[in-house]
Nanobody, 114 residues
Framework: QVQLVETGGGLVQPGGSLRLSCAASGSSVSFSTMAWYRQAPGKQREWVASITSGGSPDYRGSVKGRFTISRDNAKNTVDLQMNSLKPEDTAVYYC????????WGQGTQVTVSS
């Protein structure tokens, strides 16, 4: 059974950067399309970015050009580099398989505020 652990969140000022990391354990996710999601207070969880097993990325429009998703199949990790952060990026960030999704990790809090 795959378990996911997200790390790297924190408090950052607008315009700042953070790098999130998702570590999978229990089984390899190297053949799965993986994604980052986020959930802001009072809102539904939303898809942020995804990456295929071969490394092809896709992004929601509001983060395109600011966020970069990457993966290291040898390490069983998926990262999200977030630049030019905005207050509206504030949320708990999670990673998961695109399909079928598995149990969610605890997420990592990202707060963008001056």
């Amino acid at each position: 059974q795959v378990q996911l652990v997200e790390t790297g969140g924190g408090l950052v000022q607008p315009g700042g950067s953070l790098r999130l990391s998702c570590a999978a354990s229990g089984s390899s996710v190297s053949f799965s399309t993986m994604a980052w999601y986020r959930q802001a207070p009072g809102k539904q969880r939303e898809w942020v970015a995804s990456i295929t097993s071969g490394g092809s990325p896709d992004y929601r429009g509001s983060v395109k050009g600011r966020f970069t998703i990457s993966r290291d199949n040898a390490k069983n990790t998926v990262d999200l580099q977030m630049n030019s952060l905005k207050p509206e990026d504030t949320a708990v960030y999670y990673c998961n398989k695109v399909f079928p999704q598995i149990s969610w990790g605890q997420g990592t809090q990202v707060t963008v505020s001056s």
